[in-house]
C-alpha cells in the first residue's frame, strides 16, 4: 500500500469501548491471533466466550479498532483485585493480519493504559509468550 494511502487509512482507525455487538469479532480476532503463533487455551476460550462476564463485569475493560465499520483489533484489561501492585492485566490485544502496520496495536494500547490510569493503576502487568 502506497505511504499516502496508509497513511489515509491509518487515520480512519476508531478506538471504540466494547459494546456486545462486538463479542463475536472480539472471539474471533483473538482466536486467530492465538492460533496462528500459539495455542487456544481453556482459559482463552473462557474469557473469549463471555467477554463482558470475565472481563468487563469484574472490573475491567475492552477496546476495539474499528476501520470502515469493520473491527480489526482489540485489546483489553482483565482485573487483578488481589494484586496491589499490578490491579491489571494488559490481556487479549489482536489486530487482523490485514490491518497490521497501520499502528493499531500501539493505539490500542496506548486506549487501555489511559483507562488504566484513570482508574488509578500506576502499573499493567503484561505477560508475553515467547
Request: glycine share 8%; aromatic share 8%.
Amino acid at each position: 500500500m502506497h505511504a499516502d494511502r496508509r497513511k489515509s487509512v491509518a487515520s480512519s482507525i476508531e478506538i471504540v469501548d466494547f459494546m456486545d455487538e462486538h463479542a463475536t469479532a472480539f472471539r474471533q480476532l483473538n482466536e486467530a491471533w492465538i492460533e496462528r503463533f500459539f495455542s487456544l487455551e481453556d482459559e482463552d476460550r473462557r474469557l473469549l466466550n463471555d467477554p463482558r462476564g470475565q472481563l468487563i463485569d469484574p472490573g475491567g475493560y475492552i477496546c476495539m479498532a474499528l476501520l470502515q465499520g469493520e473491527a480489526v483489533g482489540t485489546c483489553a484489561l482483565l482485573a487483578m483485585p488481589d494484586d496491589p501492585k499490578y490491579p491489571f492485566e494488559l490481556v487479549k490485544m489482536a489486530v487482523t493480519p490485514s490491518a497490521q502496520g497501520l499502528g493499531i496495536g500501539e493505539k490500542l494500547g496506548r486506549r487501555v493504559l489511559a483507562k488504566a490510569a484513570a482508574w488509578g493503576a500506576e502499573r499493567v502487568y503484561l505477560e508475553s509468550n515467547p
